[in-house]
């Protein structure tokens, strides 16, 4: 079992920066591959950028150059670093762990959740 837990969400400013991280416990947390994912207003699940177990990072197109995914593995945590925050980015922002070193642009091929950690942007 693994157990996520973002944190780190908040009201910011349009053109702000804000800094998610996700906290994973359970197992062993290197060897996966973590993504990011947003959801508005309970609607479907929106890619935003996912890490592989080495480091390699994928983003979607909306927030490519504004967002940045990190991991930490001694410390077990992912982290979004999201800048030029813009009014379409507000949502609740949920981190995913997934059961293999590659990552996914599905949801469907996450495996944990965690209960996710809201972004405001005020114009």
């Known amino acids: 079992q693994v157990h996520l837990v973002e944190s780190g969400g908040g009201s910011v400013q349009a053109g702000g920066s804000l800094r998610i991280s996700c906290a994973a416990s359970?197992?062993?947390?290197?060897?996966?591959?973590m993504g990011w994912f947003r959801q508005v207003e309970k609607k479907e699940f929106e890619f935003v950028a996912a890490i592989t177990s080495g480091g390699a990072t994928i983003y979607g197109d909306s927030r490519k150059g504004r967002f940045t995914v990190s991991r930490d593995n001694t410390k077990k945590t992912v982290s979004l670093q999201m800048n030029n925050l813009r009014p379409a980015d507000p949502a609740v922002y949920l981190c995913?762990?997934?059961?293999?070193?590659?990552?996914?642009?599905?949801?469907?091929?996450?495996?944990?959740w965690g209960q996710g950690t809201r972004v405001t942007v005020s114009s």
């Open positions: 359970g197992r062993s947390f290197s060897s996966y591959g």
């Open positions: 995913a762990d997934r059961w293999a070193g590659s990552v996914s642009l599905r949801v469907d091929e996450y495996h944990y």
